[in-house]
């Protein structure tokens, strides 16, 4: 009888960028994954070509341990990639795909399922009708946020360091795209940043690493505010006297005194098992799946109803 040898579980893992994520490739290989091939430099009109050499190459059962992983830098031209690459398929010829560009999908969904978890937690509140404050609003991780914490219900302000226009624009796209109401305001002076604070009940920073975006005196502006959450690892802290480990402790220097940060690990700890679930489900799940950015929030959500 001729020997019968196992397929093994191979990801195409595609880019735009000069070079795929070290971080999506160690995430792929823990998730079982075998054999994991980056495409960098990938336009979007080369998706469904190289979706369908994948998908083709194997046969039905054989596209069963195949799956397609979507990277680079841009969250709207990664959700048209995953778009692209569904309408390429021909079932039953039909595989897994899995789009979280810069890693923006799933830390947007871990930081807003635990900003929801502590205003339960710590405030018996829903996150529908809050105002959300997002600096750095304007990058990957804070568009994905708002469009997430504006489809809960929330009333999402982007915030930009740079000017008005850029956080108008940015608003304004998500806005049509994902079928949101949220706003854009500058925060580019010291007094511009205090007036949002004033006003805002959570503030979610996502501006770059290594830079502090609300220093201890800016929080004596933010009267109202009930959680602050920093996806910034890298020292110093983007929001003052929200440690990296924090999950829910009291913030010092804030008129508030029912406040509670939110720090980058905490963070962290839920996107690290979010991606690792969405990666299980495209190898482990029986049938293809489609996972952008609803479904890491909805994984998200699931994770921190965990935690207790």
């Known amino acids: 009888m001729p020997e019968t040898i196992e397929r093994p579980y191979i990801l195409h893992m595609l880019t735009a960028t000069p070079q795929m994520s070290p971080f999506d490739v160690n995430m792929a290989a823990d998730a079982g994954y075998q054999v994991i091939v980056p495409y960098c430099n990938v336009l979007p009109n080369m998706v469904a070509n190289l979706t369908q050499d994948a998908i083709f190459s194997r046969g039905p059962k054989g596209v069963s341990r195949t799956g397609i992983f979507i990277g680079g830098r841009d969250v709207m031209q990664a959700a048209d990639m995953l778009d692209t690459a569904r309408k390429a398929m021909v079932p039953p010829f039909e595989v897994s795909v899995f789009a979280d560009p810069s890693g923006s999908y799933t830390t947007a969904a871990a930081a807003v399922a635990l900003v929801e978890r502590h205003l339960g937690k710590q405030h018996g509140m829903e996150l529908g ?6 600096l750095g609003g304007t990058g990957a991780v804070g568009r994905v946020a708002a469009a997430m914490a504006a489809s809960r219900g929330a009333d999402v302000t982007i915030a930009s360091h740079h000017d008005r226009a850029r956080a108008l624009g940015v608003s304004a796209e998500i806005n049509e795209r994902f079928g949101i109401v ?4 500058s925060v580019a002076t010291p007094d511009e940043l205090r007036g949002a604070l004033a006003d805002a009940e959570i503030v979610l920073a996502t501006a770059v690493a290594g830079v502090q975006v609300i220093s201890s005196d800016d929080l004596a502006f933010a009267k109202r505010l009930l959680i602050a959450a920093d996806v910034n690892a890298v020292p110093p802290e983007g ?14 220097g804030v008129p508030n005194a029912g406040a509670v940060g939110i720090g980058a690990l905490a963070i962290g700890n839920v996107k690290y098992q979010v991606e690792h679930r969405l990666f299980m489900r495209m190898r482990t799940g029986g049938k293809p799946v489609y996972l952008g950015f609803p479904q890491a929030f909805d994984e998200a959500r699931e994770v921190a109803a965990g935690l207790g």
């Open 129 to 134: 009708g809050k105002r959300m404050l997002i």
């Open 239 to 252: 929001i003052a006297g929200v440690n990296v480990m924090n999950d829910g402790k009291p913030i010092d």
């Open 182 to 185: 949220t706003n854009g305001i």
